[in-house]
């Protein structure tokens, strides 16, 4: 019962912004909107999450529509280190749900 | 501060035997979560547990695996009567008390690799 769907993978050009968009159409009022990434065989790593409000921390950005059925992930300078598969995950905000990985978005970042 | 730690990183065992896996969660975090990637597929959920509890194991197969989280030491993942489709990347993840209205991050570690032979 996949909540987000991503496209499977986006190449980017090293140096631009890497835009991963994300559509969670039936996200309800009480559901977060998680952004992680998996490098290689690594741990997933937090990268940001929001509610309704534009976020930006000091690895990424996040963009959620009015509606909150979308949202985009910006890496505004892509590395080579970037390379990775990002996960949109939507997860309750009580409690300590636990996430739901998908199948993600392979990002690779060309020289 | 340490992050999470998992431990053995990489774990041999032949068909038969029991793997244990180990995690310790951040410090100051209370609720533990294993999830396993089988080689070339995505991170599936196994199970949630809190101190001396187990909240949610809807992703546990129904035998020879079980996981504890004890009032003192650190949450293992243990695999009785180990078979080669247990192969798998076995990683652990912990996050604080949930906050009345607030949004908890979950942390992951960086995995223990298991191998049956």
């Known amino acids: 019962d996949a909540k987000t769907t991503q496209p499977p993978s986006m190449d980017c050009a090293e140096g631009r912004a890497a835009n991963l968009p994300c559509n969670h159409s039936t996200i309800s009022g009480n559901e977060y909107v998680y952004w992680y990434r998996q490098i290689h065989s690594q741990g997933p790593q937090y990268i940001i999450h929001?509610?309704?409000n534009n976020e930006t921390n000091e690895m990424a950005s996040l963009i959620i529509t009015e509606d909150r059925k979308s949202s985009t992930l910006i890496l505004p300078h892509a590395t080579l280190r970037d390379t990775a598969v990002y996960y949109c995950i939507v997860r309750a905000n009580f409690g300590n749900e636990k996430l739901t990985f998908g199948t993600g978005t392979r990002l690779t970042i060309i020289p | 501060n340490a992050g999470v730690m998992q431990n053995p990183r990489h774990l041999v065992r032949r068909r038969g035997q029991e793997a244990r896996l180990r995690c310790s969660p951040m410090k100051g975090h209370s609720h533990v979560y294993w999830y396993r990637q089988l080689p070339e597929e995505g991170l599936k959920f196994m199970v949630y547990l809190q101190k001396e509890n187990i909240i949610d194991e809807s992703g546990m197969p129904k035998e020879r695996f079980s996981a504890e989280f004890p009032k003192e030491g650190p949450s293992i993942l243990r695999i009785q009567q180990v078979v080669r489709g247990d192969s798998a990347a076995y990683f652990c993840?912990?996050?604080?008390?949930?906050?009345?209205?607030?949004?908890?991050?979950?942390?992951f570690g960086a995995g223990s690799r298991l191998t049956v032979l």
């Open positions: 929001g509610l309704k």
């Open positions: 993840a912990s996050s604080p008390l949930a906050r009345p209205a607030g949004a908890n991050v979950l942390t």
